[in-house]
């Protein structure tokens, strides 16, 4: 008895030690400390919270408009196939299949480019402990996505079928118990790439090839679902899935869990789906394990490869390695490393360029109902420059601010933000290097969307001449307010980089002032037009307003990133 009391005891105590760490974990990953006493305690800048609470929930609330109502379409074109488990299969998969594409670079950021690592390797914890929490933490990343995918399906059904109480806790199980296999062989994969890559370059290479891979794999997808009619009602909805219902269920059977799961809920007063309840959550409990065991394995090791500095057999001529360089150019190549160095940055930057060119190749070449005829019509007229030209304006805007390098700018930096402090260079340059980066990338991320539009509209040459001459002050404009928002309120407390970018409520402050800009525009657009304003007055009159707004906010600018510079710690 004494032996069994002891191993109780010794396994009572580790869980007590993993729950610890894992609240540490989800506490420092969060910053919920932080927020508490930041925004309860001391009461300091509560709008910003307030403000990030209403763009969620009105993001959320659209999002779930238009998704219910498809859902619903999806459900009752299950319920003519009298197969309703369809339509959570359809969900199910989809939500597993979000979670194994994107969850890799949730799982590469928090693993291994974590600062809270260097603090965790010398305490008495076992490398299973320590991966397991951050695998927890990502889930309940997961978790957030996945409700607002799989929920409105779980309460449509149950509400079609006038389910009882148990289905719905089965759901919830299943639910749970969702992402687990997805990012489990995310982070096996992950683990065992990063054991056998040893030079930090190379992991950042493989990084950004798969994260690459799996966008293009995802639009790709997304092209040839696109291929067929896009309905409007539900029994065109009911129409097109009894044609394409054998494509709907290979889609779901190329992921089992995928039906295991809805099996689970759709049966679940049988012992079928008592069974494929077992299935699914065996299967999960299975993946995390070997999770563990591969941990416990290899990801000391990894992390211990990612500190070695491999020497390179270079041979430099000393002219050559002796040349000098303008200062600027200096800082806009230290930039350029900092921002490249780290994948999670350029993954959170560069697949705008590949996004939005995608968008228009799908809704427009890929569905001829969306009217593609008529726009080309119209853009493809000289006649019709103005509003060909304001809408390009409109969306460079949009995009410059949805990348988030600038208004990222400082913050970036973290804790090492001293060493820019005692450099022997004036602030307005790092500022001026910053801007031309930002400004630079977001020109880079804006292009392919301009050439995709140009072959797809067949605009006129002249017409996109007159629509970069309008957006370029204006991409610069976008860019000086990010580094305005940051430099007023940098955020270097991070321990992840991914929180840099994705935790940084500077983004939203930024795209809500683009957007604010948007309007500005189209608002005196339509004021000189209601006084009969021409249309080259009006395109010149948006550029001086632009240009001007830009040196304003520059100088303003300057003045907080010299603040910044010389402020004391």
Do not use: C
Request: proline share 4%; charged share 15%; aromatic share 14%.
């Amino acid at each position: 008895m004494g032996v069994i009391r002891k191993n109780i005891s010794g396994a009572d105590g580790k869980m007590k030690k993993f729950i610890s760490l894992l609240k540490t974990q989800i506490n420092s990953y969060y910053g919920i400390s932080a927020i508490k006493y930041k925004y309860f305690v001391e009461k300091k800048q509560r709008w910003e919270l307030d403000l990030a609470i209403f763009g969620i929930v009105v993001g959320v609330a659209v999002f779930l408009f238009i998704y219910v109502m498809q859902l619903e379409g999806l459900f009752a074109a299950s319920i003519a196939l009298n197969q309703p488990q369809l339509m959570l299969a359809i969900v199910l998969f989809l939500g597993q299949i979000v979670t194994l594409i994107f969850g890799f670079f949730w799982v590469i950021s928090v693993f291994y480019f974590s600062d809270d690592v260097k603090i965790l390797l010398p305490l008495p914890l076992q490398p299973y402990e320590i991966l397991l929490s951050k695998y927890t933490v990502i889930l309940v990343n997961e978790y957030a996505v996945l409700a607002l995918l799989l929920l409105p399906a779980i309460g449509i059904y149950g509400i079609g079928t006038g389910a009882g109480i148990l289905y719905y806790l089965i759901a919830l199980v299943v639910f749970l118990f969702s992402p687990v296999i997805p990012l489990s062989i995310d982070s096996i994969i992950a683990l065992w790439l990063m054991r056998f890559t040893n030079l930090r370059k190379k992991k950042d290479f493989f990084t950004v090839l798969i994260s690459i891979l799996a966008l293009m794999f995802f639009f790709v997808f997304q092209y040839f679902v696109n291929r067929n009619p896009q309905y409007t009602d539900k029994d065109a909805v009911v129409d097109f899935l009894i044609k394409n219902a054998d494509l709907a269920k290979m889609a779901t059977k190329s992921f089992p869990p995928s039906l295991w799961g809805a099996y689970a809920m759709s049966d679940y007063h049988s012992l079928y789906g008592f069974f494929n309840l077992l299935l699914f959550i065996a299967v999960s409990l299975i993946f995390t394990g070997f999770l563990a065991l591969s941990a416990q394995k290899v990801y000391f090791k990894a992390l211990m490869a990612g500190q070695e500095i491999g020497a390179k057999k270079k041979t430099v001529a000393l002219e050559r390695s002796m040349k000098a360089s303008g200062a600027l150019k200096a800082l806009i190549l230290r930039e350029w490393k900092l921002f490249i160095r780290v994948p999670v940055y350029a993954m959170n930057v560069l697949p705008v360029a590949i996004i939005v060119p995608f968008i228009f190749f799908i809704s427009f070449v890929g569905n001829p109902q969306m009217g593609l005829e008529k726009a080309v019509q119209y853009t493809s007229s000289p006649t019709n420059w103005f509003w060909v030209s304001i809408v390009g304006l409109l969306v460079s805007l949009f995009l410059a601010g949805s990348t988030s390098l600038s208004s990222t700018a400082f913050s970036r930096e973290g804790k090492m933000f001293y060493i820019s402090k005692i450099l022997p260079i004036s602030p307005s340059l790092q500022l001026r290097a910053k801007l031309i980066l930002g400004s630079l990338v977001s020109i880079f991320v804006i292009l392919p969307s301009y050439i995709i539009g140009w072959y797809i509209f067949k605009i006129p040459l002249v017409t996109v001449a007159i629509t970069v001459f309008l957006s370029l002050p204006g991409v610069l404009l976008i860019n000086i307010l990010g580094l305005l928002i940051d430099s007023a309120r940098p955020f270097f407390d991070w321990d992840n980089p991914q929180k840099a970018m994705k935790g940084n409520v500077n983004v939203l402050f930024t795209l809500v002032l683009t957007l604010l800009s948007l309007l500005i525009i189209l608002t005196i657009i339509f004021l000189l037009k209601t006084f009969n304003v021409s249309e080259i007055l009006i395109a010149i009159l948006i550029e001086i307003l632009i240009i001007l707004a830009d040196l304003k906010l520059y100088s303003l600018t300057k003045d907080f990133a010299t603040k910044l510079y010389f402020e004391k710690e």
